[in-house]
C-alpha cells in the first residue's frame, strides 16, 4: 500500500472518529511512518487520534506532535483547582494509593512525583490525569518500588509463559530480557494488536519497573 493510499484512510478513519474533532489534524505518512501535527481540543483527543492511527494496518511508526488547544468555552481553571481535580481522582481509584504520590501544575502541565508498587500502575495514574479538564500534558516521574521481591529470571519466565499463551503474538520472534527487573522486549511483531499485547504482558508482570520497548511491526507478506 502506498502512503497516500496509507493516508487517504488514516483522514477517513479520523473524519469518521466522533469522539474527536480532527479538522485541525494534519496527517503525513512518509515511508509508512506517519506524522500528526495541528491542534486537538483536549489531551484526551490527543491519545484516541493516536489510537485510531494505530489501528489501521500498514503503520510503521507514529510521531504523535499534536498540540492540545482548548475550545475558548472550556472552563478555565487555575492551576490550583487542576491539581486538586487530579488528586481526587487519583484517590477514587481502588488501584493507586494517593499517599505516596504528589501531583503539581504549572499553566496546566501537570507532573507526577512518588511511588507505586507496579509498572502498569505507573501509567494508570497518568491516564487519570490525563482525562483530567485542565491538564495540557503530563510528566510521569513515578518511580515503580514493587512490594514483592522478583528475580530477574522470574520474571522474564513469567512474561515469556504469558506470551506463548497469547493468540495475538508469535512468541518466538520476541525476545524478552531482564535486568534489574528492567525489561528489555526485541524483536518483530506483526501488527500494533500484537505490540500492544506484548507490551502489556511485560507491564502487567509482578516485580517489573520498567519496560523499555525494542519491538518493530513487520507485516506479513501476501
Given amino acids: 500500500m502506498t502512503d497516500e493510499e496509507l493516508r487517504t484512510i488514516i483522514v477517513d478513519k479520523l473524519c469518521w472518529d466522533d469522539r474527536a474533532n480532527t479538522s485541525?489534524?494534519?496527517?503525513?505518512?512518509?515511508n509508512?511512518?506517519?506524522?500528526?501535527?495541528g491542534t486537538v481540543s483536549s489531551s484526551r483527543a490527543k491519545r484516541i487520534v493516536e489510537e485510531d492511527v494505530r489501528e489501521v494496518v500498514g503503520i510503521l511508526k507514529i510521531n504523535n506532535q499534536l498540540w492540545v488547544q482548548y475550545l475558548p468555552m472550556t472552563p478555565v481553571l487555575t492551576d490550583e483547582e487542576v491539581a486538586s481535580n487530579v488528586v481526587n481522582s487519583l484517590a477514587r481509584n481502588p488501584d493507586i494509593d494517593d499517599n505516596k504520590?504528589?501531583?503539581s501544575v504549572i499553566g496546566g502541565l501537570?507532573?507526577?512525583?512518588g511511588t507505586v508498587d507496579a509498572f502498569w500502575k505507573k501509567f494508570q495514574a497518568e491516564d487519570i490525569a490525563?482525562?483530567?479538564?485542565?491538564?495540557?500534558?503530563?510528566?510521569?516521574e513515578l518511580a515503580v518500588v514493587p512490594t514483592k521481591d522478583a528475580r530477574d529470571e522470574e520474571i522474564a519466565k513469567s512474561i515469556e509463559n504469558a506470551l506463548e499463551s497469547n493468540m495475538d503474538v508469535?512468541?518466538?520472534?520476541?525476545?524478552?530480557?531482564?535486568?534489574?527487573?528492567r525489561v528489555s522486549l526485541i524483536g518483530f511483531v506483526p501488527n500494533w494488536?500484537?505490540?500492544?499485547?506484548?507490551?502489556?504482558?511485560?507491564?502487567?508482570?509482578?516485580g517489573v519497573t520498567m519496560v523499555v520497548d525494542k519491538l518493530a511491526i513487520r507485516y506479513?507478506?501476501?
Fill in 24 to 30: 485541525e489534524v494534519n496527517v503525513i505518512v512518509n
Fill in 32 to 37: 509508512s511512518k506517519v506524522t500528526l501535527t
Fill in 101 to 103: 504520590i504528589d501531583v
Fill in 110 to 113: 501537570l507532573t507526577l512525583h
Fill in 130 to 140: 490525563y482525562g483530567i479538564t485542565g491538564v495540557i500534558d503530563v510528566i510521569n
Fill in 170 to 181: 508469535e512468541a518466538e520472534d520476541v525476545n524478552v530480557i531482564v535486568e534489574n527487573s
Fill in 193 to 206: 494488536a500484537a505490540w500492544r499485547a506484548a507490551h502489556n504482558t511485560a507491564s502487567y508482570t509482578t
Fill in 220 to 222: 506479513p507478506e501476501n
